[in-house]
């Protein structure tokens, strides 16, 4: 297909490689193992090939979509030969991506908003959610660094106050990529730091406000609130903020993030995710299914430890990588 022909950077190209040779050597050695001896694509392949993908994390629903939209194809061309098989599951995957509109970016881009009232611009304000231990913090880190390289204008906000270490954690990041960070201390009110926040961002003319949330789940009924007011005083500042509302998965949990997921989605309407820590891990396949299942497009993956290791998602590179 032409569009796997697109030209990537071979820098971003090579880290993604590097990011996801744990998931694609799983996978390939199941695969092999799941076409041996056969030269065709029949019922028995087609069986194999489910248990590997629900095995490598896609998840079953998704899973189920890729074993039919192959099927069709075995039917339709009467006969698929077994090596043919990878290049029609990167054919089906990308265009199974491309129903969420995930991954159709290539670089750190926000969008232009109207003006404010006062002839202020509009800062782009990200909401950031997830769990702790995530990798949330990070994630926030690296973003703004990568904003901040585009000569855009980035004020962070520590809403997280429910512990001490999240705070001090966000302003070692702030520290490193020099940006300003607006904070309280630990026990205050969370949606009193965000409206700190974003008052602070558009007085300092920001491009890019990013707030960062607690990540606990236990009770949703709290999240949901608190989630909800962190909001509703952001709009007091910015009517329609947030822009954009990130959720930070693990994908080394594999089905674990699916549940945080599915609790996260329940609670608050996330915009956008951002799967993280996919370097240490077989199961990057969680990615194709995350995006499916939720209909959330996948903005950002974090394949490394590095400041330039979180990367704007882009299904074809995705997918290039992963069944190279």
């Known amino acids: 297909m032409s569009f796997f022909k697109k030209i990537f950077s071979s820098e971003k190209k090579e ?14 050695g199941k695969l092999s193992k799941a076409v041996a001896g056969k030269s065709k694509v029949d019922d028995e392949v087609l069986d194999n090939l489910e248990e590997v993908l629900v095995s490598s994390d896609v998840g079953v629903n998704t899973t ?27 054919e089906e995957i990308a265009a199974l991506l491309s129903e969420t509109n995930s991954g159709e970016a290539t670089d750190y881009t926000i969008p232009e908003l109207p003006k404010q009232d006062g002839g202020h611009k509009t800062p782009y304000v990200l909401m950031v959610v997830g769990v702790n231990g995530v990798g949330k913090t990070t994630t926030i880190g690296k973003l703004a660094y990568q904003f901040k390289k585009k000569g ?14 999240a705070i001090d954690q966000l302003q070692v990041w702030a520290d490193r990529v020099e940006v300003p960070m607006v904070r309280q201390n630990m026990g205050s ?3 009193s730091v965000a409206f700190d926040a974003v008052k602070s961002g558009v007085h300092q003319d920001a491009d890019v406000i990013i707030i960062d949330t607690a990540g606990r789940l236990h009770n949703k009924v709290n999240l949901m609130n608190e989630l909800t007011k962190v909001k509703r005083v952001m709009q007091k500042v910015v009517s329609d903020a947030p822009h954009d509302v990130l959720l930070v998965l693990d994908g080394s949990t594999g089905q674990n993030a699916f549940e945080q997921a599915k609790q996260f989605t329940a609670a608050t309407e996330v915009t956008s995710l951002a799967v993280t820590k996919l370097d240490g891990t077989a199961k990057g396949g969680v990615v194709i299914g995350i995006s499916d299942q939720f209909q959330i497009p996948v903005k950002y993956i974090g394949v490394g430890e590095g400041i330039e290791d979180l990367q704007v998602f882009n299904k074809y590179e995705f997918v290039d990588s992963f069944f190279k």
Do not use: C, H, M, W
């Open 15 to 28: 880290t993604l490689d590097k990011g996801l040779e744990k998931s694609k050597t799983s996978f390939f």
């Open 64 to 90: 189920l979509k890729v074993i039919e939209r192959i099927e069709e194809r075995v039917s339709k061309d009467k006969y698929l030969g077994t090596d043919e098989l990878n290049q029609i599951l990167r």
């Open 152 to 165: 855009l204008k980035v004020v962070l906000g520590a809403a997280d106050t429910f512990r001490a270490a």
């Open 189 to 191: 009110d969370p949606a």
